[in-house]
C-alpha cells in the first residue's frame, strides 16, 4: 500500500519530535456544564424536549457525534452530516455550545467486513470483530485514510460553524494492535532509533539469553514478559503510534477548522493509566481532557484531587473534564451510585484544581446497547431522573461562578515530578506486588496538598525553575540529560527530594552502572547499597517504613544523614534510610524507603519550613478542602466540605462569596458545602 | 451441502413455532429407583452379578447406552446392538426395566476424524477435539445427519422391545459452537425472525457505538459483551439450536418406538443454568428429566427443594430425577461424601416435590476414563461399598410406597414465576456482582415454602388462572404480551407481587420507554424512579433491604405505599421501597428491594393471609420438611426430618403410615427419617 | 526429513530401556563455592577484576556459558569460542574451575526465524517465539541437530581442558511443545507400548466415553483434562522426550571430553515438580543438580530439609546445588531478601543434606533483559553488594570443612518412598484441593526427621533392603511389580507404612480391581471399604485426621486395629483407621489418614522404636537442625542454629570442631550458627 511508507515516516518523526506547542485554549465563561447527547439515537422530533430539559438544568455545552461513524457514513463514502447540522442549530437555539467528536473509535460494519486489514489484533493473536468498539487497528495505513476522509469532510461542514466551540479526536485511545504489520512498524520505528543492529543489541544487552538480533524483522513485539529494553522501546512506540495516529487527525481538521475551535482528545483510564505517555500525546492538543470516574464506592477526596493536579500537569494548563458519571457507571463489580450531594462535590473539586467544563457522560441512554445501565440524567422514559436537580443546582453555581473563575487557573510553589519512563520501567518489573504507583504518588502528594493547599505535578524533564520544592516520589529512570535538568534547579537554589527506587535506569531501561541514584550519585554524595522489597513495616526514625527500603550510605562528608532504619533484617539496622546534601544553592534528598503517614508529614513539614513554602489559603478544618485559582488581578478560593458535619471557617481575611454575593470573615458550609470566595469582586 | 438449507429450515421454525405437547408420561409404579449401567465397559460374564446386585436392592431401572457409539457403530455403517439386546435381556429376567440413552454426545473418533466438520468450536476460536465428549458441533447438518441414522437404527431395534420402558436424547445439552457455519445460522436465524435489517438495527439500536448492520453476513456472533440485544437474540438461537438437534432424534425415534416409551432427555446444571431456554427444550418431551447433584458440602434442603420445584414447572407435571450422586462427585475443589442418612433423604425429597424415579450415577466406574472417583454403588472389585445398603433401604422404601405414590402429584396455590429472557437479561448485566439469581429466587421462596408447604414455578406467560398468589421475584424483561397475561390474572382476581428490576426491558433487551414496570406501571399507579445498586444493607420499615433498591413513586391516587426506606444514600430517604393498586378483582404490588429473611416472612405473610392461602399441612417442627402429592381420591403427606433431633409431630388428622403400615395421629421421626402419610389408605 | 526415524527409536528405546548407570562423581575439595558467571555480557577487560573479587571471597567454581549461543555462533555454523577459551584460562589463573553450560536453552535469532519449525507450540497451540528462552520443540530433531552440532563443537574444544571440571545440558527443561508433529511421536511412542490398539483401548478402558481409537493418528495429545491413562502415558512420553533431548547432547559430549568431566543438568522447579520423572532423567548423567530457590518468605527448614533429601535420593549420591540465590529473587509477588545469615545457613543446610557444590545465581545482574532485579553478589558498578561478605564467610567456612567433608555422604536406617507414577495419579485427580503432595510427604518427613536425624527419600522400585523402615505416604499407583518389590523388602524383615490412597491404580492409572491396596490387600489381610475426602477434621484415636480419610477393614484374623475413627459422617465412626499385619520377618501397616502432628509423631515413635531405629546424633535443642554425613573413615556432623537465640549444645560425645580446631564436649551456637564436627580428625 502506497500509504505505509508516508505513514511509517509520520510515525517516527513524531515519536522524535516534539512539535511547537500549539496555543492553548481558554475556555470563555469556565466553568461550563454540559453532557454527551446522541442525537442520532433519537428521533429528530425529541430533540427539541432534550436541548430544553439541558437548559432548564443550565447545561451550555454538549458533545456530539462520537460513535456516530455508521450515521455520517451510511455506506462508503456517502456522507450524511445534515442531521448534525441540524442538531446544532437546535442547540445553538437553546444556547448550548457543542463539541464534535470524530467517530473513529467505532468503524461502521461495512468498512471493517470489506477491509479487514483495518481490524485490530488483540494480544493473543486474534483479530478484533465488528460488535463492539475499538476493534481497529491503530497503526492501519488504511483505516488512517478512512478516518482523514470524515474527519476532513466533517471539518469542512462544520469548521466554521459558529455554535462549535471545539473538537475531540477520537475516544479514550485504548487497544494497540499485535499483527504482523504493526510488527514492521516496531522494526523500523526500532531503526529509526537505533540506526544499527550492534547499538539496539548493546543497549537491550542482547548476549543476555542468547537473544543477539542479526536482522531488524527477527525483532517481536510482545506486550509482557520480554525484555525490559524492548518493552519501554514497545511502549515509545505505542506513543508514537497513537500520537501519529492522532496527527493525522489534527492534520485533517487544522485547514478547515477555524482557529478559535480547539482541538482535544478524552483520556480514559482510572487513575494514573500506563498504557501510552500522556504528556506526548496532549502535546499537540490546544486542550488536554479526561474522563473521571469513581466506579464502585465513593469520591476519595485526596486521590481524586491528585488526579486532577495531574492532569493538568499534562500541558500546565487548565484541563476539561470531558466525561464523568451523573451518579454511577456499569461497570463495576457493584455498581453503587454516589450520595445525594457528591456528585457536585466532584464536580466542584475538578473545577477547584483546574477544570473548565464539566461534561456528563451521559444525557440519556440508548435504549439498546452496551451500557443501558450506565449513570445517565434522563430516564429512558425521557423525563428526568433524581439526579437532575442535583445537576441543575450545579449549573446554577457555574453560571454565579463564572465570572469570578474564568481565566484563572491553580498555582503552586511545590511540585512532584514523574516521568513515563519510569512509571513504566517499575510497571513491567515491580519486584514487590505492594509498590503501586499510584498509592505511592498519593503517599507523598497527601502531605504537600495538606501543608502547601496547593501542588503541581508535572514532568520531570521540564524547566522546575518556578518550584521552591520538587519531590520525585520513584523517579527510576534518570539518564544523564534528566539528572542534569534537576541538577540544574538544584544549583539555582532548588530543593530537590528523590524518593525510593530513584535513578535506578538509564533511558533503555538498561541498569545504570553507577548505583542509585545514578547520575546524581555525586551530587548527592551517597548511594543506594542495596533495595529491599519489604514483608511488612520496619521500624525507621520515630516510625516506621513500608513496601521498599534502600540501604544508604553516605560517601562525602558534607551530605548528612537525616533518618536511620531500627533494627529489621540484619541488613537494615541502623543504617541511612534519608540522606541530604547541599549543592549549590540548593539541595539533594534521597528518601529510600515509604515512611509511615506520620512520618511522611513531619519530612514534608520540614522541607516546606525550609523552602518557606506558605500555605495557599491558611487553617482548615479536617475534611474540608481548600483550592486557590489565581488571575492577574483577583485569586479565588473554593471551599468544599466534603465531610459529614456542618463547619464554621475564620478567612484568613475578609471575602466577597459568590453565591451568596455578600462579604464575610467567616463561613460556615453545610455537608457537601461549597463556597467560591474572591479577594477582589469582579 | 445439500442437508443445509432443510436443517435450517427446522431450527428456524423449532424456534418460532411451538408444537402441540406431547403426551405426558405417567410412570408406573412411581417411584422407581434406578442407576446408569454400562455394560459395554465389562466383560458379558460379569452382567448378571452386577444385574442380581441391583435386584437385591430393589433397583428396578437401569439407563443403558448413553456414550455407547464406538461400541454400538464401531465402524461408519456397521452397527453393533446384539450386545446391548442381550443386556436387556438379562435386565428383564431381574424385573429391571430400561431407558435407552442415544450416544450422540460422544461421537467416535473414526467419526470426528474422517469428518472434522462434524467438531465443535469453542468461544476462544479452538476447534474442539476428541478424547473428552461434547466435542461435536450442535448445528453441524452433517453430524446431526450420522445421530439420526444410529437413533434410527436403535429405534428399531428396541422401539418395541417390553423391557425398554423410554429413551433419553443425548446429554446434558452444554456446549454451543462458535464455528463460520453456526454463525451463518445464526444470521439466518435474525433474518427469519427480522425479516429486515432496519427492523433488527431499530430494535438493538445499533446507531450506539456505530453498529449498524447493512448487510446479514456482518453480524457477528458473541458469547459476552456485545449489544444486549445481540446477546438475547444468541440465547433464542443456542436455544432453538438444541431443540432442532433435539428434534431431529425425536423424528427419527418417533416413528419406530412404541407410544407407550417416552422420550426425554436428562438436563443437567447445577441449579438454575443458564444456558438456555429449559421451558422450550423440554415441551416437545414426554417428560422432563434432571441430573441432581450437590457437589461440595451438604443437602442444602431449601435449594434443593426450590431446584426440585422449578424442574417440576418446565412442563408442569412430575419428572425424573435421571442422574443423582451416591454419595459424591468427582469435580468439585473437596468432592466429600454425603453423610449417612443424606443420601436417602435427598432422593425421598426429590419424590416429595415430583420424582416419579431416581437414578444413580453411577452404577459402577469404568476401570478407566475420566471419571475414576465419581461415587459409585459397588466398588471397582465389583463388591458393593458402603452406600449400597443405605440405596438398598431407600429402594425398599420406594417398594412400599409406591402403592400410594404412583399417580400423585404435587398442587399448590402459589406460584412463583421466572422467564428465561428476565434471566438472561440480569445475568448479561448484572450490574451489581450480588445480584444471584438463583439465590434471589430462594429469597422469596423460602419464606412462601414455610408458610404455603407447597409452591409452584412456573414460567410467567402460561395460564396462572389457578393460582391465590403470584410472586415474579425478578420479572426483567415484561413486553406488552407478558403484561397483558399478568393484568388478565389479576382483574380475575389474582395478587400479583413484582420483585425488584421488573419491567425494565422488552422482548428485544431494550429499555421500555415507560419507567419500571414498563407496560405494568400504568396498571400498578406508580413507577420506578432510580435504581440502586446497594453496596451495604439500608434501612427498610421495620428491617432491612440490600444488593438492590428502587425508588418508587405513587402515580395513582388509589395506590398506597406499604413500605418506606429509611435514611441511607440521600436518594432513597424515606422514599416508597413497596406499594400497591387494587385492579379488578386482584391487585398489584411492586416490591423494589430484598428485604431481610424476618422482613420477606412478613410481607408473605400478609400476601397469603390476604389470599386466602391454607398450610398443605399444618405445624411442623422446625428442620422437618413436609409435602403434599395428591391424587382424585386421595393425598400424601411426606415427611423428612432434616435435623439432627429426633422429632415428635402431631399430624392434622389420623392418617395411614405406610412403613409401619398402621394409622397414626403422632409419629416420630429420628434424624433423616422419612415417613409416608395417606388420607386414605389405598 | 531423514533425522525423524532415527530420533523416534532412540526416544522410544531411551523410554523403555534403562542405560546402565554412569560412573558417580566424587566431587573433590567438596563442598565448593560458586557462582554463575557470564562473561559474554561484559567487556573482556571487566572479567580479572571479577574473578579477583570472586577468588577474595574463596569460590572456586564458576558456571559458564549457558544462554551464550548467540555468542558463541553468532551466524549459522560459524563458531567462536576464543572468548570462552580466554575465560577458562584467566579463571583458572584465579584458582577457579569450570564448569560449562551447553546454550541449547536459548537458540539465537538467525535460527529460530530461519527454522521456525525448530520452535515449540503452547498448549494453547500458539507459536512460541523469540525474546525470552525456552522457545524451542524439545521433541524437534531438526533442533536437536543444531544442538548436537554446537555441543560436539563445544566438546571438541574443552573436553579436555584441564580447568574445565564438568558439563551442564541445557537449563531447567521445563516446556512441552504440543505441535502436530510432537503428536505423532506420542502416538508412535504409545504403538511401541501397546504394540496393539485394542490393548490400548482395554487398557485405557476407552469403551468409557466411546473414545475407541480405531487408527494411531486419532490419539490426541491432551495436557489437562483427558482419559487418566493418556495423561499418564503423555507424562511418561515427556520424561521420555526430555531423556532423549539429554541423551543427544550426552551423546554429543561423551566421545569428546574426559573421563574426569562430569555430564549433569540442573533441575528446576521449587519444591517437588511433577512436570517429569527425575529419577528417570538423572539416571544416566554422573551427578544430580537442582536449582534451590526461596522465592517469597524465608527458610523453611524442614521443607528444604525434605527437598535436598528428595533431589540425593535421585541418584542416591550426593548431588550440587547448582543455583541458589544470593539472598533474593526476582519472580516472587514480593522478592523480599533473606535476613543476615540465613543465607548462609541455606548453604549449610544443603551441604547437611548432601551438596558437595553451591553455586549462586548470579554473580552479577545483565544490564538489561528479564533478571536486572535479582540477587546477585555484584552490583551494576561492579562492586560488591552487602551479601558479599556473608558468601565471603561461607567460603572461608568450606576451605576450613572441606578436609573433613569430601567423600563424606549422608545415611540413613529410615526412608520414605515415592514414584512419579502416583504423584502423577493423584496429581491428575486430586479428588481434594487439599491434597497438596508436597505437604503430606512432608506430613510424614518431619517426625522421622526428628526422630531418625536422617532420611532418605527414595523410589519404591529400588533394592530398600538397606532400610529398618520404609514410609510411603501416598503410593497410589502400585502395579503387581512394585508390589513384589515391597513384599520382598517386608519378608525379609522390613517394616513398611503405607499411607493413604495406596494401591488404587495400576502402572496403566487404571482402577486395580481389589480394593486399597491392590495387590498388597492380601498380605496386609484388610482393605479399604471406601475413601472419603474430608471438608475439616474429624476425630481419631487420641487426635484428629484431616483430608482424607479411608475405612479400613481387617479380613484376616492375624491383622490388628491401630487407630479408629471416631464420631463423624456415620460411614466412618468407629471404624479402623490404621492396620497393621506380620508378613514374613517384617510388617505391613496401613494408615487410611493424614494424623495431626501430634499423633503423626507417636505413631512414628512406635514405628522407629520397634524398627530400633537410633537418632544420628542425640537430643538436640529445637530450632537447631543436625545433619550426619559419614564416610568409611570418620562421622562428620553439622549443626545449624535456626533460631533466635543462642544455643548451648552438649556433644554425645568429645568431638573435633572444624571452625575453631578444637575438641570439644559442649558447644555453643549463636543464632544462625554453624559448628561442623568430626568424630576422628582428619
Same mark, same amino acid.
Do not use: C, V
Given at each position: 500500500m502506497r500509504f505505509a511508507a508516508f505513514i511509517a515516516a509520520i510515525l517516527i518523526c513524531s515519536a522524535l519530535i516534539a512539535q511547537p506547542a500549539p496555543t492553548p485554549y481558554i475556555t470563555p465563561h469556565a466553568p461550563l456544564l454540559g453532557a454527551a447527547w446522541y !442525537?442520532? $439515537?433519537? !428521533?429528530?422530533? +425529541?430533540w427539541d424536549a432534550d436541548l430544553q430539559l439541558m437548559q432548564d438544568a443550565h447545561l451550555n455545552v454538549v458533545r456530539v457525534g462520537e460513535f456516530a461513524w455508521s450515521t455520517e457514513e451510511?455506506?462508503?463514502?456517502h456522507y450524511n452530516f445534515d442531521w448534525l447540522s441540524r442538531a446544532i442549530a437546535l442547540a445553538a437555539k437553546h444556547h448550548i455550545a457543542v463539541v464534535i467528536g470524530t467517530p473513529t473509535d467505532a468503524p461502521p460494519a461495512w468498512l471493517t467486513s470489506k477491509y479487514p486489514d483495518t481490524l485490530g489484533t488483540n494480544a493473543d493473536g486474534r483479530l478484533r470483530q465488528h460488535? @463492539? +468498539? +475499538?476493534?481497529?487497528?491503530?497503526?492501519?495505513p488504511h483505516y488512517r485514510e478512512f478516518c482523514r476522509q470524515i474527519v476532513t469532510e466533517l471539518a469542512k461542514r462544520f469548521?466554521?460553524?459558529?455554535n462549535v466551540i471545539g473538537w475531540q479526536i477520537d475516544n479514550e485511545y485504548t487497544d494497540e494492535s499485535f499483527d504482523p504489520a504493526t510488527r514492521r512498524q516496531f522494526q523500523q520505528f526500532l531503526k529509526a532509533k537505533y540506526k544499527t543492529l550492534d547499538n539496539l543489541n548493546r543497549h537491550w544487552t542482547t548476549a543476555y539469553w542468547s537473544?543477539?538480533? @542479526?536482522? *531488524?524483522?527477527?525483532?517481536p513485539m510482545e506486550n509482557? &514478559? &520480554?525484555?525490559p529494553g524492548l518493552l519501554l522501546d514497545h511502549k515509545h512506540f505505542v506513543t508514537a503510534t497513537w500520537r501519529s495516529f492522532q496527527q493525522s487527525q489534527i492534520d485533517a481538521l487544522r485547514p478547515y477548522v477555524a482557529p478559535t475551535q480547539f482541538i482535544t482528545t478524552n483520556i480514559g483510564g482510572l &487513575? *494514573?493509566?500506563?498504557? *501510552?505517555d500522556h504528556y506526548r500525546i496532549t502535546q499537540p492538543l490546544n486542550l488536554a481532557a479526561w474522563d473521571e470516574y469513581v466506579g464502585? &464506592?465513593? #469520591?476519595q477526596v485526596a486521590k481524586e484531587a491528585m488526579m486532577n493536579d495531574f492532569v493538568r500537569g499534562w500541558k500546565r494548563q487548565n484541563f476539561w473534564l470531558m466525561e464523568t458519571e451523573p451518579g454511577s457507571v456499569?461497570?463495576?463489580p457493584i455498581n453503587n451510585t454516589l450520595d445525594r450531594g457528591e456528585t457536585r462535590a466532584l464536580a466542584w473539586q475538578a473545577v477547584d484544581h483546574g477544570a473548565d467544563a464539566v461534561l456528563y457522560w451521559q444525557w440519556r441512554s440508548a435504549l439498546?446497547?452496551?451500557? $443501558?445501565?450506565h449513570g445517565a440524567i434522563v430516564g429512558p422514559d425521557g423525563t428526568p431522573l433524581p439526579i437532575y436537580t442535583e445537576i441543575q443546582q450545579l449549573g446554577a453555581d457555574f453560571v454565579a461562578a463564572s465570572p469570578a473563575l474564568a481565566g484563572t487557573t491553580p498555582k503552586s510553589d511545590v511540585a512532584l515530578i514523574t516521568t513515563y519512563d519510569s512509571r513504566w520501567a517499575i510497571d513491567f518489573?515491580?519486584?514487590? =506486588? #505492594?509498590?503501586?504507583q499510584q498509592q505511592i504518588l498519593l503517599d507523598f502528594y497527601r502531605p504537600l496538598e495538606s501543608i502547601a493547599q496547593s501542588v503541581d505535578i508535572v514532568?520531570?524533564? @521540564?524547566? #522546575?525553575?518556578?518550584?521552591?520544592l520538587v519531590v520525585a516520589p520513584s523517579l527510576n529512570v534518570i539518564p544523564q540529560s534528566l539528572a542534569d535538568n534537576l541538577l540544574t534547579y538544584v544549583r539555582a537554589g532548588g530543593r530537590l527530594i528523590l524518593g525510593p527506587r530513584?535513578?535506578? =535506569?538509564?533511558q533503555y531501561n538498561a541498569l545504570n552502572?553507577? +548505583? $542509585?541514584?545514578?547520575?546524581l550519585a555525586a551530587a548527592l554524595g551517597g548511594r543506594v547499597e542495596q533495595f529491599y522489597a519489604l514483608e511488612s513495616p520496619i521500624p525507621v526514625g520515630n516510625g516506621t517504613a513500608s513496601i521498599w527500603a534502600e540501604q544508604l550510605t553516605v560517601t562525602n562528608p558534607a551530605t548528612k544523614v537525616d533518618l536511620r532504619y531500627g533494627k529489621?533484617?540484619? *541488613?537494615?539496622?541502623?543504617? !541511612?534510610?534519608m540522606i541530604t546534601r547541599s549543592v549549590g544553592k540548593g539541595s539533594i534528598t534521597y528518601l529510600g524507603t515509604i515512611p509511615d503517614p506520620a512520618l511522611m508529614q513531619s519530612i514534608m513539614q520540614s522541607a516546606t519550613a525550609s523552602a518557606n513554602i506558605q500555605p495557599a489559603f491558611g487553617p482548615i478544618p479536617t475534611g474540608v478542602e481548600v483550592c486557590r485559582r489565581v488571575a492577574p488581578d483577583h485569586t479565588v478560593y473554593i471551599l468544599i466540605n466534603h465531610g459529614k458535619a456542618t463547619q464554621q471557617i475564620s478567612l484568613p481575611s475578609t471575602m466577597h462569596e459568590v453565591f451568596t454575593n455578600k462579604d464575610a470573615a467567616t463561613i460556615t458550609l453545610a455537608p457537601q458545602g461549597v463556597a467560591v470566595l474572591t479577594t477582589k469582586a469582579k
Open positions: !442525537p442520532e $439515537q433519537w !428521533p429528530e422530533s +425529541r451510511p455506506s462508503e463514502g460488535g @463492539t +468498539r +475499538r476493534q481497529f487497528s491503530y497503526s492501519s469548521g466554521h460553524n459558529p537473544q543477539t538480533y @542479526t536482522a *531488524w524483522d527477527q525483532i509482557t &514478559g &520480554g525484555n &487513575g *494514573w493509566s500506563d498504557n *501510552w464502585e &464506592g465513593h #469520591l456499569n461497570w463495576a439498546n446497547g452496551q451500557e $443501558q445501565y518489573q515491580p519486584h514487590t =506486588k #505492594l509498590y503501586e514532568e520531570a524533564t @521540564t524547566n #522546575l525553575a518556578q518550584y521552591k530513584s535513578g535506578m =535506569k538509564d552502572t553507577q +548505583r $542509585q541514584p545514578g547520575p529489621s533484617n540484619g *541488613w537494615l539496622d541502623n543504617q !541511612p534510610a
